[in-house]
């Protein structure tokens, strides 16, 4: 395979899921990770389980939408939309501007300490 190609791995399972071209055919890592997206197998037991992954990201200088390297679970159910950039329906997952994200995770912490404790 040449450097521009690369298996495209599935963050959840790390099972490939595809293959990713560089669009001006620059060296991609091998493996490499394109997006989110789950693939079929994991989507379906997202959807079996009722959860849906939600990503942090932030705004590049050049205006583009990058994915922070962290996700958590949330129930189907109690998704806020406000919060949310929805992209469910389509591609499986949701993602959360990073200072939101923090804001919920820290959230989820405390509940948890409160359950345990
Ligand atoms: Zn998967």
Redesign the pocket.
């Known amino acids: 395979m040449n450097d521009f190609v690369a298996l495209d791995i ?1 963050p ?2 790390n ?1 490939p ?1 595809g293959i990713a071209i560089h669009k001006n055919l620059k060296k991609l890592p091998q493996p490499c990770m394109t997006s989110p997206e ?2 079929d ?2 989507r379906a037991s997202f959807v079996k389980a009722g959860v849906v992954p939600v990503w942090s990201t932030f705004i590049d200088d050049k205006g583009k939408l990058q994915f922070n390297n962290e996700y958590f679970f949330i129930r189907r159910e109690t998704v806020r939309t406000t919060d949310l950039i929805n992209m469910m329906n389509d591609y499986g997952f949701l993602v959360m501007k990073e200072e939101e994200f923090e804001k919920h995770k820290r959230n989820m912490e405390t509940q948890k300490e409160r359950i345990q404790a």
Do not use: L
Request: net charge positive; hydrophobic share 0%; with cysteine.
């Open positions: 599935c959840y399972c099972q899921k789950p693939c197998n994991c």
